[in-house]
């Protein structure tokens, strides 16, 4: 009845009455899938896992990092895990956690600094890296643990005791990945 009343209306005012009121089934035009591509599209499988657990970390992307527009690797590293750099010689700089001092389970080891762990492309680094050989603007995402208990398994286990301040995992740009 309804459908009757439209087409009259339709015919009513000269128009022809519109497909889908005649009553003969769906006339939809069918469209090819579509897929957005953004920003998530470029970042590693493992950060993304990562990321989506809920209090273990401080995750950052690309634009987060263009957004705090640091000089260097190293200040952009202090000012997400809220330490210092220091300088271990040679022109070397490495992170200290919050802490400043490495602790033990009896207290705090006098002297020994609290350096927070580094791995590129979830790859180990040894100690003594020189962190301004990495430029921000070659970063598509960092990682940060604020100690061992944050640490997710995957990466504690080959850390071990690297990851006792905390842990960086930065993920290079494509293009800047060593082969």
Partial sequence: MITAALASIGGAQGRPPRPDSTGRGDTAQTLPPATVRGARDNLPQPFLRRSSIKGTGKFLTSADIEKLNPPHTPQLLARISGGDIR??????????????????????????????????????????????????????????????????????????????CGLFVIWLKERRRPR
Avoid: H
Avoid at 91 to 105: E, H, K, L, N
Avoid at 131 to 152: H, M, Q, V
């Fill in 87 to 164: 300088d271990v010689g040679l022109g070397t700089s490495v992170i200290v956690g919050p802490r400043g001092t490495r602790m033990s389970m009896t207290g705090s080891v006098p002297n020994e600094l609290c350096v927070v762990g580094l791995a590129i492309n979830d790859t180990r680094v040894p100690q003594g890296y020189d962190l301004k050989a990495i430029k921000p603007e070659d970063i598509t995402a960092i990682e940060y643990y604020r100690g061992p208990a944050s640490i997710p398994l995957e990466l504690s286990a080959q850390l071990q005791s690297d990851a006792d």
